[in-house]
């Protein structure tokens, strides 16, 4: 599975982006999916993952109530809506495919190479 994460971008604090992760190569409809970030200087934390029904979701405490991750198997791709965005919130963004210890630990199979979120006070 390769995997494109695309949509990241320069905002200012309380704006809305959408990160998009297209996924080819395999179909990625019996993959449970997530995104990670990580800030400068900083290891890579989880941020949201999603069963590959999307019939379950999971959240880092830091964005619950601001990001909603989705997907659309027919599309093969991954969505991460993030609203009223923080200053904290800046870092690369990375999707994920392939969960190997559980979603919160980043061990995965296949990984996207990353887009910036940087988002101004």
């Known amino acids: 599975v390769q995997l494109q994460a695309s949509g990241g971008g320069l905002v200012q604090a309380g704006d809305s982006l959408r990160l998009s992760c297209a996924a080819s190569g395999r179909t990625i409809n019996r993959i449970d999916m997530g995104w990670f970030r990580q800030p400068s200087g900083k290891e890579r934390e989880f941020v949201a993952a999603?069963?590959?029904?999307?019939?379950?979701?999971r959240y880092a405490d830091s964005v619950k109530n601001r990001f909603t991750i989705s997907r659309n198997n027919a599309k093969s791709t991954l969505y991460l809506q993030m609203n009223s965005l923080k200053p904290e919130d800046t870092a690369v963004y990375y999707c994920?495919?392939?969960?190997?210890?559980?979603?919160?630990?980043?061990?995965?199979?296949?990984w996207g190479q990353g887009t910036q979120v940087t988002v101004s006070s």
């Open positions: 994920a495919a392939g969960p190997r210890k559980g979603w919160g630990t980043a061990e995965y199979d296949y």
């Open positions: 999603i069963s590959w029904s999307a019939a379950s979701t």
